[in-house]
């Protein structure tokens, strides 16, 4: 099946700095990716679909000046956490879909942020 | 909109034993049905999805689910539970309309005692 990477798998900062996130297709293109954030014990919430060569698309309550996406490429897209705060700590796991499925999301292994 | 609900966030079971996890979705549409499972600290892995074809879905790691119109279920079963399959169980929804992401229920702890 694709493999979806994300870098770093865990990452501890201080509070009022920029953290950034990768997210990897390491064997197929995905146009379309999306960013997840989990909390403890809590389940994925939908924070942004991410689009190749265009702006990312922001639900509702997401910042989009705070969680800034770059698609800049078919195989990377990328979330920088802004100006970083305790609030901001959580899982965020990103997902696309694999070349030729329509179906199937495959998701990365997650990033654990802690913004001390 | 669709939604998906889980009864129950945490569920206990004895090794060997039947394993049901419950999901009752809400689409206006009809649905596209998964579940995932996650392991501690890992991302999602797909354990089996229902996409309009046989409603008596078999995925991975033995485990099945039916999708049940009237009742507007997808329960997810495995006959004899092993302790390997302790772990967070989300059931998620997407439509064919417009964006292809999913929504995700609460999630369901399976915990299998020896």
């Known amino acids: 099946g694709a493999v979806v990477s994300q870098h770093p798998s865990w990452v501890i900062c201080k509070s009022g700095t920029s953290v950034k996130i990768e997210c990897r297709s390491l064997?197929?293109?995905?146009?379309?990716m999306f960013w997840y954030r989990q909390f403890p014990k809590q389940s994925l919430m939908l924070m942004a679909t991410?689009?190749?060569?265009?702006?990312?698309?922001?639900e509702q309550g997401v910042e989009k000046d705070k969680f800034l996406i770059n698609h800049a490429s078919l195989t990377l897209s990328t979330l920088t956490v802004t100006s970083a705060h305790p609030e901001d700590s959580s899982f965020y796991i990103c997902?696309?879909?694999?070349?030729?499925?329509?179906?199937?999301?495959?998701f990365g292994p997650g990033t654990r942020l802690t913004v001390l | 909109a669709q939604s998906v609900t889980q009864l129950g966030s945490h569920v206990s079971v004895s090794e060997g034993a039947l394993v049901l996890l419950r999901c009752n979705y809400s689409s206006s549409v009809p649905p596209y049905l998964f579940w995932y499972v996650q392991y501690p600290n890992q991302g999602l892995q797909l354990l089996l999805k229902?996409?309009?074809?046989?409603?008596l879905v078999k995925g991975i790691n033995g485990f099945e689910a039916e999708f049940k119109k009237s009742e507007t279920s997808f329960h997810l079963t495995k006959p004899s539970a092993h302790m390997s399959d302790a772990a967070e169980y989300f059931c998620?929804?997407?439509?064919?309309?417009?964006?292809?992401?999913?929504?995700f229920g609460s999630g369901t702890r399976l915990q299998v005692q020896p």
């Open positions: 064997d197929f293109q995905a146009t379309t």
């Open positions: 998620a929804v997407r439509t064919d309309t417009g964006r292809r992401a999913l929504t």
């Open positions: 229902y996409t309009s074809a046989a409603t």
């Open positions: 997902s696309a879909y694999g070349a030729g499925g329509l179906w199937e999301q495959f």
């Open positions: 991410s689009n190749e060569g265009s702006k990312a698309t922001y």
